[in-house]
């Protein structure tokens, strides 16, 4: 087992990475509100507006693949930075072209997140330094703020991204105007992620004394922890197939033709589904330190899943709103907990590859089973074999994952064993 590199005081760097996280993902959010609003005013015809995101997707999943299996060779502060100019160049083109060929080449090469969720090389690679700038009995905790503030800052840019461009109409800008003073906004989120980069210090990055096996040489820059990432990967490839079954957008779409439930009915049960979603994952450390990170992730999903299960059985909306949000009220634990873990159990110079790796293998699932989940929602008497078949496939997962990786622990788990 390997134990995380923990250098020095790393506050300024935590804060820093932070910071990042909240002005990436308000960015994102920013941009999610008005993108097909955007491309529509442009004149873009839905299929290709369909085509352009589903590219943008593919593209960062390539290239994001290559820069974290890279980062901790070339640089993880290169790679970010990288990553910032990426983020800009694609909000400059957006905003300057209206050529379908320039954007869908700017949304392929560029960082564009069309759902307003985590895109690009950042989310791995600031994990892996996250990792090594904070002591192992408080990897979890620093996890589990990361998402909630990351959380937190996408509701916010959504509303700021809309209203802003509900503010440019009101003033006599055209829709058109108003969605690309949006775009400038995304823009400039890349140059300040670039310059906040650029303050990282040096305690960020890999050590050469604590690679035994020379990064270069290894494949996807894994050497010793392949076989193990590899296995999560694909159970983490499981997890995400299956939550590709209960989308919010699906489940909202159920509400709607199952109970009636209208629009604004469904931006409350889902602004608290996420709010309690999100409050969730905090207390997932103060668990973890009791029964373990493998435990705390197997055994906080499994009653998650099974209430995910028993929404369509209830009789009326009421009861099938609380169920929902009980649900998403322990839904959330196990994303700190298996980002943690994954850190913990690789070599210091393989962390940015695990975690791109792995977030890279849970895109590919979930992008695989929107298609099936389709051919459910077509049948008003299948529709609602989206929460069986999703909430059954999330417990094989559990089970498969305590199975394989239940005798694999952390360093932190080690010490407290060994006392």
């Known amino acids: 087992m390997i134990s995380p590199t923990h250098q020095g005081d790393g506050a300024p760097g935590i804060r820093l990475l932070f910071a990042a996280r909240v002005v990436r993902m308000f960015g994102y959010g920013f941009l999610a509100v008005v993108l097909v609003l955007y491309l529509a005013a442009l004149g873009l015809s839905e299929a290709r507006i369909g085509l352009l995101l589903t590219l943008t997707l593919v593209g960062d999943t390539a290239i994001s693949l290559w820069m974290t299996t890279q980062a901790d060779r070339i640089g993880r502060r290169r790679m970010l930075t990288l990553g910032a100019l990426l983020v800009l160049g694609a909000g400059l083109v957006f905003v300057a072209s209206d050529h379908f060929l320039v954007l869908l080449l700017a ?3 560029g960082v564009i997140s069309p759902s307003g969720y985590e895109v690009g090389p950042f989310l791995a690679i600031e994990q892996a330094a996250l990792t090594q700038l904070v002591a192992d009995e408080r990897r979890t905790r620093v996890f589990a703020w ?11 840019g959504s509303l700021a991204g809309g209203g802003l461009a509900q503010l440019g109409q009101r003033w006599g800008m055209t829709p058109l105007a108003s969605y690309r003073a949006v775009l ?3 823009a400039l989120v890349g140059l300040a992620l670039a310059l906040l980069f650029q303050w990282l210090g040096p305690a960020v990055e890999v050590r050469p004394a604590s690679s035994a096996h020379p990064v270069s040489t290894s494949r996807l820059g894994l050497h010793r922890s392949s076989g193990v990432v590899l296995r999560l990967a694909g159970l983490f490839s499981l997890d995400a197939f299956a939550g590709g079954f209960i989308l919010q957008s699906f489940l909202a779409y159920w509400f709607h033709v199952r109970f009636g439930a209208d629009e604004a009915m469904l931006g409350v049960i889902f602004f608290g589904a996420n709010l309690l979603a999100g409050l969730s994952a905090l207390s997932a450390s103060a ?3 009791r029964i373990g990170l493998i435990r705390t992730m197997v055994f906080t999903h499994l009653p998650s899943n099974v209430l995910l299960m028993a929404v369509p059985l209830m009789p009326n909306l009421t009861l099938a709103i609380l169920v929902l949000l009980a649900r998403f009220s322990i839904s959330q634990m196990d994303v700190p907990t298996r980002q943690s873990y994954t850190m913990a159990i690789v070599s210091p110079e393989e962390r940015s590859a695990a975690a791109g790796i792995t977030g890279t293998a849970r895109t590919v699932g979930a992008s695989l089973s929107p298609m099936f989940a389709g051919l459910l929602l ?3 008497s299948l529709m609602s074999g989206l929460f069986l078949v999703g909430g059954g496939l999330k417990i094989v997962y559990d089970l498969l994952l305590l199975n394989a990786f239940h ?12 006392v």
Request: glycine fraction near 8%; proline fraction near 6%; aromatic fraction near 6%.
């Open 378 to 380: 077509g049948s008003a």
């Open 184 to 186: 400038v906004g995304y």
């Open 146 to 156: 990361y998402n909630l503030a990351g959380s937190l800052a996408t509701a916010v």
């Open 287 to 289: 668990i973890a330190a």
């Open 107 to 109: 949304a392929t090469i």
């Open 407 to 418: 005798h694999v622990r952390p360093p932190e788990e080690q010490a407290t064993r060994r």
